[in-house]
């Protein structure tokens, strides 16, 4: 079956039926892609889940590969504008505890099942399609940086200091939760994550103790 042209698929979703069978298909295909991974998951399979034609997903998606990458950026922008009132109060010791701990209680809620959405499609697709892996590279660096936005502001503040690294502190807190879920998905316990990023968390508040330390003492 040939697929259908871009425009086309652009304007068929401009429809209020058209963007309810796109969303209702990327979905589906979200949910079987997390739970059964990219390669497990056939187009067969987003039908019956999504109770749709194989035309319609190539209709709107062209085909498993554009269908994986509007997955990608499903679970990147969506996810993150899921969380987007706590990412966007990310300023304080006490807000990246609330957030990082908040991941820790949905991941003791599923035992530690599934890990984490575009984790899990990175390490399943970032070595074989480059096409996908540049999608979750902008994925990450969007997350990457909310968090940089938070540190930035104690910097600006003086919570930080003037020459603080804020988008290192950023690449590390965001490494030691996607290592942290790993591993408690590994362990089936929300441990390793807690401690991941708790590590972190702890370092960034020594080097805002250090910047207040630093700071003039008041005459």
């Known amino acids: 079956m040939q697929p259908h042209s871009a ?13 309810r069978t796109r969303d209702r298909i990327l979905r589906a295909a979200a949910e079987l892609m997390f739970k059964q991974g990219v390669a497990g998951t056939s187009i067969p399979d987003v ?83 480059p096409s996908a892996r ?19 502001r104690m910097r600006e503040r003086g919570d930080l200091g003037a020459d603080e690294d804020v988008s290192a502190l950023a690449v590390a807190l965001l490494a030691a939760i996607q290592g942290g879920m ?6 089936q316990d929300a441990t390793p994550y807690r401690r991941a990023v708790n590590v972190v968390i702890d370092h960034i508040a020594d080097r805002v103790a250090a910047a207040r330390a630093s700071r003039p003492a008041d005459r």
Do not use: M
């Open 7 to 19: 425009e086309t698929r652009v304007r068929a979703a401009s429809t209020e039926g058209g963007r």
């Open 47 to 129: 039908q019956r889940r999504a109770q749709v034609s194989a035309s319609q997903i190539y209709h709107y998606f062209g085909d498993k590969k554009g269908l994986t990458a509007a997955v990608i950026e499903y679970q990147s922008t969506v996810k993150l504008e899921q969380q987007r009132p706590l990412l966007d109060h990310l300023d304080s010791i006490e807000a990246l505890r609330e957030w990082c701990e908040r991941a820790a209680v949905r991941l003791d809620a599923v035992h530690c099942v599934g890990g984490c959405e575009i984790g899990s499609l990175a390490s399943e697709l970032s070595d074989i399609d």
């Open 134 to 152: 540049l999608g979750l590279a902008t994925g990450f660096a969007a997350w990457q940086a909310a968090i940089e936005s938070g540190l930035a």
């Open 182 to 187: 790993l591993l408690s998905q590994v362990n």
